[in-house]
């Protein structure tokens, strides 16, 4: 059963993106097709503010953008020495908290120690950090349509049809693809169990007018995998 993610491509240390692999596991045929691009904002007022931890309770990133931008920072203004030597146990003396697994993953990866990532999502996870520290936000990226959005879905409409799933990763990919998927879809838009990969991205498409078969209970591929084989069965199968 073939099946759609509105997602990039995120080789682990597999060497396949692990939600092909959950969704491959349980028989499903996943394909993935980017429908956001990112570009950076505000790097040099961001860059300064890292420099300087004794002004701030802690970091919190949202997703494995905010980490490159991080490392942008660090390689950009020549910091990756007083990085290593003393901002990163200064950062490390506070509260670092992450949105999901993947994003601990990398920012374990630049030396930070990490919290919060078992909160399942961003909304359960603001909760839990609003009650410890006072926040100042900055954007340091924002997103865009992927420029080959409706090329890459009209290729796949034409080779394999209409998905029996399509899931969503944010609110701004329901935005910028779900227009293209209806007119695509045509008449066989009633057929496909919509998912999301969270709540955040579920009352996206419920805005829309779409009903939401399935809600990952957490950010993974192994809970969205569960999630879209449930939805996917037939009434009366376990």
């Not at 419920?206 to 939401?212: K, Y």
């Amino acid at each position: 059963m073939k099946v759609l993610l509105l997602k990039d491509a995120k080789e682990d240390d597999s060497g396949q993106d692990p939600y092909i692999r959950e969704l491959g596991l349980y028989g499903l045929e996943a394909t993935l097709i980017p429908v956001l691009s990112f570009e950076f904002l505000s790097l040099p007022s961001f860059s300064e503010k890292l420099s300087h931890p004794e002004g701030y309770g802690g970091l919190i990133f949202t997703s494995p953008r905010a980490v490159e931008a991080v490392e942008l920072c660090l390689e950009k203004d020549n910091k990756t020495e007083v990085w290593e030597k003393s901002l990163k146990e200064k950062w490390n003396a506070k509260s670092v908290y992450v949105v999901g697994n993947a994003t601990a993953s990398l920012v374990r990866k630049i030396g930070l120690d990490t919290e919060g990532e078992k909160c399942g999502n961003a909304e359960n996870l603001a909760e839990y950090i609003c009650s410890r520290i006072p926040m100042e936000s900055i954007t340091v990226y924002q997103t865009i349509p992927h420029p080959a959005i409706q090329v890459n879905l009209n290729s796949y409409y034409s080779t394999q049809g209409v998905p029996a799933s399509i899931t969503f990763f944010s609110p701004s990919g329901v935005t910028y693809s779900l227009k293209h998927i209806q007119e695509l879809s045509g008449d066989s838009m009633d057929q496909i169990k919509f998912a999301a990969i969270g709540p955040t991205t579920a009352r996206a498409l419920a805005a829309q007018g779409l009903p939401v078969s399935c809600t990952a209970d957490s950010p993974t591929p192994r809970a969205l995998a569960t999630g879209v084989r449930k939805a996917l069965q037939p009434p009366g199968r376990c």
